[in-house]
């Protein structure tokens, strides 16, 4: 029966949504769409045209989309409920199903930059995607102003894909190399070796050179004839004292590596997902 009761639903909120959009030519390829009516009808139509322009310069499908809970539509993931949204609703550019999408369900205020087709998934590497939605997007999230937001979003992918059609996508290898340029450590490698090893071969030598000399077993065989008279000749230990520092290491878990590239999922969709 609830499962009757989630189709049902589905269904009825599809036909809403199709009903919101009916008239609009260019629907299937740029869209916003505003369950929780975040934005103004005026920042729609302006988000909209934005939209369009880098679909149509691009051929690619270009969607910003709020939900009030994914539950309703029965997922949990929203990586799956994007995937989900792209074969129903946003189907991409007509004939090669080139599209991104800019997702939030706003129930627990998750995020969701989906990717598909050949041309999205190279332009938006996984580390990319990430960059995008980090430098150019959060930001406007965690305060609410959601249009800039969907404006920065936008305005941010015609750099990307231009990259990526000039052979150079924006990747982690790429963007490690801009931002940490030469490497000194690489270049001063060998001067590094050579002062190790000097300085071995000096302890080295120092080693030897006291390999004849015997510990004393008390202070009185350090003192060299009759310089100093000590009035009482006994060794007394007194104290030992030791420090100990915690070093605290920043969790791996609280980092994300990249390796280059896009991981495409068995959808052909790639995502970078998250909350705000």
Not at 68 to 83: A, L
């Amino acid at each position: 029966m609830d499962n009757v009761q989630k189709q049902i639903k589905k269904l009825f909120l599809a036909v809403i949504f199709l009903c919101s959009i009916f008239g609009f030519a260019s629907a299937q390829v740029a869209e916003v769409y505003d369950e929780e009516k975040l934005l103004s009808s005026e920042e729609v139509e302006l988000l909209k045209t934005q939209a369009l322009e880098v679909s149509e310069k691009y051929r690619i499908g270009v969607y910003i989309t709020i939900v009030r809970d994914m539950g309703e539509y029965g997922y949990s993931n929203i990586e799956d409920f994007t995937e989900y949204w792209y074969d129903n609703f946003a189907p991409g550019w007509e004939g090669s199903g080139e599209a991104v999408n800019l997702c939030l369900s706003m129930a627990d205020r998750s995020y969701e930059f989906f990717a598909h087709g050949d041309l999205c998934n190279s332009a938006f590497t996984d580390y990319g995607k990430d960059i995008l939605i980090s430098d150019y997007v959060l930001h406007y999230l965690s305060k609410n102003d959601y249009y800039l937001a969907f404006e920065s979003f936008i305005k941010q992918l015609p750099r990307y894909i231009d990259h990526q059609m000039e052979g150079n996508p924006i990747d982690v290898s790429k963007s490690s190399r801009e931002e940490e340029g030469p490497h000194p450590a690489s270049d001063g490698a060998v001067g590094l070796i050579s002062s190790i090893l000097i300085a071995l071969a000096n302890l080295k030598k120092h080693k030897n050179a006291l390999s004849n000399v015997k510990k004393a077993t008390n202070a009185n065989s350090y003192v060299l004839g009759s310089q100093i008279v000590f009035s009482v000749r006994s060794d007394t230990y007194s104290h030992s004292s030791t420090h100990t520092e915690r070093i605290v290491t920043e969790s791996s878990s609280s980092s994300r590596s990249y390796h280059g590239g896009t991981t495409i999922s068995h959808h052909g969709s790639s995502h970078s997902s998250g909350h705000f």
